[in-house]
């Protein structure tokens, strides 16, 4: 029978001559982790793994800070079963080790007080082991005195460069823990089923959650239209979702689209007579406009004329009707556009990974194409112009993406010539799921059929109902919701635009927010209303639901902005690590920055304000204590930032 490890019992700072350390504050430290999440960040803020003296409250710690970091609970439940997963749970103590720490600290706020401890004794441990080397040096007996008391101050400066610094996060690393998509803001049949698909295929909310709303989008494509008293949405949204490879977004997007695809295949099965009786009727009038033009043209009598023409005239008339199509997916802009005419300007580009987006950006005609895809957006007409016919036009035109794609596909989609400029990224509503590979079990929870049948049979119904509408319908909102999405536009939304304010960085999408929960309320108000949305109003409630969806992905595309270098406050960092890691400076002015990277862009001192103050979140560099003011007073100091010292390592 295996033995489980032992923990040690807490000890005070008596340490004899053993190394500085101080186990019951290691242990108040985690157990103050275990019990809030908030203690997490205050602790992780000032120690990092390898502070810990005890080797098992390394592990625990690097454990709990994974967790919060992936947006999992952190208690020690979820704990003990992180450790069991990995095997290191007898290596800790095992679960009842993980009781003794949450006992053993007072109050988890005073989680910090702990840490700065357990970093203090870490700091001391590290001056121990210098004076050892330095001991070593001094005994070696090697080398001139000069050289000697330069490696002991190399040292002692090592020592004092890294004193309460942790590693820093990569500049393209997406910070925090990022919202999940709030799945219970769907409808309710849609809501559950997102939720089912999750938990059997083990993957984040936000794929299934996303879509769910193309999902919803694909049926009011070209169909519907909302108003809100201001100005007309076409109801469709373009969605992207980007997960890593093996992550299941396959298995995900064919359980979500299941129904779309069924629905198409019936719809062509159904307008297979029709298409074929239609056909013949063409090739009948136009064999019977052929003969009679060939009579005219042999008896030239005013009468057999008067006949060609008239046959001529009802087989023009007639036309064939387009197979059913509701879904593309590998396509070009070209094609795309023929497809949306043929289709009366509605379309669903479904697809579980991003090849289209090489296409869009000119990966095979070298141009990038994107006026179809900006127009479809907008509900703007489109003209296909075909050779040897009479042009196809089509006054609104609607297009639905929903589109699961790994990160450096998503990269090239900002990588796109225009596509910032022209609005291409503007209009794209993102997502970043956490990543699920790698924990992963053996267990799963199957969909429920009754679940998968109402969805089924609901998005079916939604499906076929707008799709046998002769005319596009326009949503309203009550005089409530107006007013909601007045002040919404202008009271909540319009400040974060400021260059200063939340989406001042990324204004172009920012501007397009609004739009964009009106979208999302018309696609919730028809999922609770599947055959008679129309002729109700979105209310309030349904309003505030599109919100929080609209919310998720604000958070999203700061996020997603921000990691793909199109944000100018992120571009303006990289130029700053740049710099410093060219030139290893211990310590800097943002004068010294001002006057090293001074461009178009950097045109004065306050533009690096923003740069400055995400590296020093990042952990890169950190203000350098003020100096006393003299009494002369005068011009204060350009501020200063201390550097971190493995400045010249990886950044990504």
């Not at 004899?16 to 809030?36: I, K, T, V």
């Not at 020690?76 to 450790?83: C, E, K, Q």
């Not at 001391?124 to 080398?143: I, P």
């Not at 799921?433 to 009754?450: E, K, L, M, Q, W």
């Amino acid at each position: 029978m295996a033995l489980m490890a032992v923990p040690e019992p807490a000890e005070g700072p008596d340490w004899g001559p053993m190394p500085p350390h101080d186990l019951g504050a290691e242990q108040a430290a985690l157990g103050a982790m275990l019990l809030s999440p908030e203690a997490i960040a205050d602790v992780a803020r000032l120690v990092v793994a390898t502070d810990f003296y005890r080797p098992a409250h390394q592990i625990l710690f690097a454990t709990i800070t994974r967790l919060h970091r992936q947006g999992e609970p952190a208690d020690p439940v979820s704990v003990n079963a992180a450790l069991t997963q990995s095997g290191e749970i007898t290596r800790v103590g095992g679960a009842p080790y993980l009781h003794t720490l949450t006992e053993s600290v007072p109050v988890a706020a005073n989680g910090g007080y702990y840490a700065r401890t357990v970093a203090d004794l870490a700091q001391r441990r590290a001056v121990v082991e210098t004076g050892t080397r330095l001991v070593q040096v001094g005994y070696s007996g090697d080398g001139d005195i000069g050289d000697l008391m330069q490696v002991a101050k190399g040292h002692l400066d090592t020592v004092r460069a890294k004193a309460a610094w942790t590693d820093p996060v990569a500049l393209d690393a997406v910070q925090g823990t990022l919202p999940e998509f709030p799945l219970e803001a769907l409808p309710e049949w849609v809501g559950r089923f997102a939720a089912a698909v999750s938990d059997s295929t083990q993957t984040p909310p936000d794929l299934a959650g996303c879509l769910a709303l193309a999902a919803l989008s694909t049926a009011a494509s070209g169909r519907v239209w909302a108003d809100t008293g201001q100005w007309s949405e076409p109801v469709c949204v373009y969605t992207v979702a980007a997960m890593e490879p093996a992550s299941r977004k396959s298995a995900v997007f064919a359980a979500m689209n299941e129904p779309v695809f069924a629905a198409e295949e019936h719809l062509v099965e159904h307008m297979k007579p029709v298409i074929i009786e239609a056909a013949l009727t063409k090739r009948i009038a136009d064999a019977k406009a052929e003969e009679l033009a060939a009579k005219a043209e042999k008896d030239r009598d005013p009468q057999s004329i008067a006949d060609a023409m008239g046959a001529a005239e009802s087989a023009g008339e007639l036309s064939v009707p387009h197979q059913p199509k509701l879904v593309a997916d590998d396509i070009t802009p070209e094609n795309l556009a023929r497809r949306l005419a043929e289709q009366g300007g509605r379309l669903s580009l479904l697809a579980p990974e991003g090849g289209f987006f090489g296409t869009l950006a000119g990966r095979y005609s070298g141009m990038p194409n994107l006026d179809t895809f900006l127009k479809a957006h907008a509900g703007e007409p489109i003209r296909v112009d075909r050779q040897g016919r009479e042009p196809d036009f089509v006054a609104k035109s609607a297009l639905t993406i929903g589109i699961a794609l790994q990160p450096e596909a998503l990269s090239e989609v900002f990588a796109t010539p225009g596509g910032r400029g022209r609005g291409l990224l503007a209009r794209i509503l993102y997502a970043l799921p956490a990543d699920n590979v790698g924990y992963r079990t053996a267990t799963s929870v199957p969909v429920p059929p009754d679940v998968a049948q109402t969805y089924r049979h609901r998005l079916t119904t939604l499906l076929y109902s707008l799709w046998n509408l002769t005319e596009p319908v326009t949503l309203t909102f009550t005089p409530e919701a107006r007013q909601r999405i007045t002040r919404l536009l202008y009271e909540e939304v319009e400040p974060q635009l400021r260059p200063e304010g939340r989406l001042g960085q990324i204004r172009d999408w920012g501007g397009k927010y609004v739009g964009a929960i009106v979208r999302i309320a018309a696609l919730i108000h028809l999922g609770d209303h599947l055959t008679d949305g129309w002729a109700r109003p979105i209310d309030t409630a349904t309003l505030e639901k599109a919100y929080a969806i609209g919310e998720y992905y604000a958070e999203h595309a700061l996020a997603v902005f921000g990691a793909m270098g199109n944000d100018p406050a992120h571009e303006i960092a990289r130029k700053v690590l740049d710099w410093l890691t060219k030139t290893t400076p211990g310590e800097f002015s943002a004068r010294d920055a001002f006057r090293a990277l001074r461009t178009k862009q950097v045109a004065k001192a306050g533009d690096l304000e923003a740069p400055l103050a995400l590296l020093a979140d990042l952990g890169w560099i950190r203000p350098a204590p003020v100096p006393p003011t003299g009494k002369k007073g005068g011009r204060p100091p350009s501020p200063k930032y201390l550097v971190h010292p493995d400045i010249s390592g990886p950044r990504a």
